[in-house]
């Protein structure tokens, strides 16, 4: 069981950076790739950016591709999305969610544990 706590949103203007963090309970973090989605307001909710249980490997939406870093700190329990270069089409809800597999890391499906997401809003 892993419990996934994200935090770090808040309202930014166009342009401009946020810090996503994702704070796991649990002994087993470093076995979990580990994922950002987000969901806006009346859409599906969409792949953002994942990374393999090491950090080694990193993916990301093509949206998101230059702007948005995926990290981890295994030490710390803890995953980070470093967003920079804000757009208000970023706005949504992100959510961070942990895989126990090490392929199919950019399909929602595959994510067994989710947080409770955190707001997101860039204004232009």
């Known amino acids: 069981q892993v419990q996934l706590v994200e935090s770090g949103g808040g309202l930014v203007q166009a342009g401009g950076s946020l810090r996503l963090s994702c704070a796991a309970s649990?002994?087993?973090?470093?076995?979990?790739?580990m994922g950002w989605f987000r969901q806006a307001p009346g859409k599906e909710r969409e792949f953002v950016a994942a990374?393999?249980?090491?950090?080694?490997?990193?993916y990301y939406a093509d949206s998101v591709k230059g702007r948005f870093t995926i990290s981890r700190d295994n030490a710390k329990n803890t995953v980070y999305l470093q967003m920079n270069s804000l757009k208000p089409e970023d706005t949504a809800v992100y959510y961070c969610a942990a895989h126990r597999g090490i392929v199919h890391l950019t399909s929602l499906t595959k994510y067994e544990y989710w947080g409770q997401g955190t707001q997101v809003t860039v204004s232009s």
């Open positions: 649990g002994r087993t973090f470093s076995s979990y790739a």
């Open positions: 990374i393999n249980w090491s950090g080694s490997n990193t």
